[in-house]
């Protein structure tokens, strides 16, 4: 029987084809941007007619409430991929605060407003999968001019792993993938020339497998998914 997932984030890399990979496995997929023409171009790609696409921005409360009244005409939700995120690259002696506000606002308090306003219809039983990073995973190999984005995606960890523990009461499970090096646009961005070993239809073949499954195995959790770092 198909489930309901949504997923943050989709216009591009992963989130795109991850969409895609649920798709075309019989899920109904919302699918969330801020761009609405790509989630068009999302939308057409999708030959299944399984995608749902609904512009908005993470860091707008209408745009919460738009997302949240089109999860609610599905009843309930089976997962929620929170995936959106920004990137900075900068000294950290010359990265302003405001750049720290701004990507605590989108890669963190994103999740949690979404995730807030979506509790009520995350069914028992569903799969709450947050997107972290290895900038982000305690002890892994880190890259200066990453100091605002690698403290969001810590904090997207720590959150992750607290949310484990308050929603077990209500059976969701909720985990963190610290994603390495995958071919996207940002990583493009990050580390130009670099040529990643994971493509973005891979690891959304990953994902797609993890939050339909994952959290038979794991529940509060933190996993990095990595095979090699840029050098």
């Known amino acids: 029987m198909g489930k309901t997932i949504l997923i ?13 990979k649920l798709a075309s496995l019989g899920h ?19 030959k299944s007619k399984n995608i749902i696409p609904v512009a908005g921005d993470l860091t707008v409360e209408d745009d ?6 089109v999860a609610s005409e ?5 997962g929620l991929i929170n995936n959106a995120g920004a990137f900075h690259r900068e000294a950290f002696s010359e990265t302003d605060l405001s750049v720290f506000r701004k990507l605590m606002d989108v890669n963190v308090f994103g999740i ?4 807030q306003a979506l509790q009520p219809l995350l069914k028992k039983g569903s799969h709450v999968v947050n997107i972290s990073s290895m900038s982000g ?22 959150l992750s792993e607290v949310l484990g523990a308050e929603f077990a009461n209500d059976g969701i499970a909720v985990n963190c993938l610290c994603i390495g090096a995958v071919q996207t646009e940002m990583l493009a961005e990050a580390f130009p020339g670099f040529e990643a070993p994971v493509s973005p239809a891979q690891m959304g073949d990953y994902l797609s497998n ?7 195995f794991y529940n509060g959790k933190v996993l990095p998914v990595a095979l090699n770092d840029p050098s």
């Open 64 to 69: 919460i409430q738009k997302i949240t009244e």
């Open 112 to 115: 949690v407003r979404l995730t």
């Open 74 to 78: 599905n009843n309930s939700l089976d």
């Open 210 to 216: 993890f939050v339909l499954t994952g959290h038979q």
């Open 137 to 158: 995973f305690q002890g892994s190999l880190k890259f200066g001019g990453f100091s605002a984005y690698a403290a969001a995606k810590a904090a997207v960890v720590g």
């Open 8 to 20: 943050t984030g989709a216009s591009r890399g992963i989130g795109y084809e991850t969409s895609l």
């Open 28 to 46: 109904t997929v919302i699918a969330t941007a801020r761009s609405e023409e790509k989630l068009k171009k999302l939308a057409h790609e999708d």
